[in-house]
């Protein structure tokens, strides 16, 4: 497929923001709990003005159709077990894959491959009636995105995934959990800050 390069800025390996997503360990539980999955190659209009979450499109080695990022945002944000799919043919799109993940999906092959194969074409035809309803529903705009809640939401995913193994592990007090539950809140609020300004940004 043939990008546009005076048109769009390619974000791949090794950006990163990419390079976060394969080698945070607490990033598995996005992945494989919540299905939240990122594309291999992103591309940012630099022709627009508009807010930097408004200007990234997905694109689909199978069709070149150059699909608009907020198809998988709020409420398709997650789901995406078995990748991603193209609005436009319902082609794969390569997406990256964690370590952890990778290291987790290896030991327990033995149960989730009877999954993929008695489920995963129900999951494609779930994801066609999901573009209809996002696309009916219409695309979120950067301006009205709950940046609080997403940051206090990450925050509360990584004390569970992070925090609480280790503290039931090494058998911690009350005290030092909580002392953990603040951290990742004050980490989440900061997380929600930060992404606030970068999606939002304009050129």
């Not at 999954?115 to 035809?125: D, P, R």
């Not at 950067?142 to 503290?167: E, H, Q």
Request: charged share 15%; proline share 6%.
């Amino acid at each position: 497929m043939e990008i546009d390069t005076n048109k769009y800025k390619v974000w791949k390996l090794p950006h990163p923001m990419l390079l976060h997503w394969i080698i945070n360990p607490g990033i598995a539980f996005n992945e494989l709990v919540l299905g939240q999955r990122v594309p291999k190659v992103t591309l940012i209009d630099q022709t627009s003005d508009a807010p930097l979450m408004e200007r990234q499109y997905i694109p689909c080695p199978e069709c070149s159709a150059v699909n608009d990022g907020r198809l998988w945002s709020k409420g398709n944000s997650f789901g995406h077990w078995f990748g991603l799919i193209c609005p436009e043919c319902h082609g794969r799109i390569p997406c990256l894959w964690n370590i952890t993940s990778l290291l987790l999906l290896a030991v327990t092959v033995p149960i989730w491959i009877w999954i993929k194969l008695f489920a995963e074409q129900k999951w494609v035809e779930w994801q066609k009636r999901r573009f209809s309803e996002v696309v009916s529903s219409g695309l979120p705009e950067a301006k009205t995105v709950n940046w609080v809640r997403m940051g206090l939401v990450f925050g509360l995913v990584m004390f569970c995934v992070l925090s609480l193994p280790i503290a039931y592990l090494e058998g911690i007090g009350m005290r030092a959990i909580g002392v953990h539950a603040l951290l990742w809140l004050a980490g989440g609020l900061l997380f929600g800050f930060l992404m606030k300004r970068h999606l939002t940004k304009q050129k």
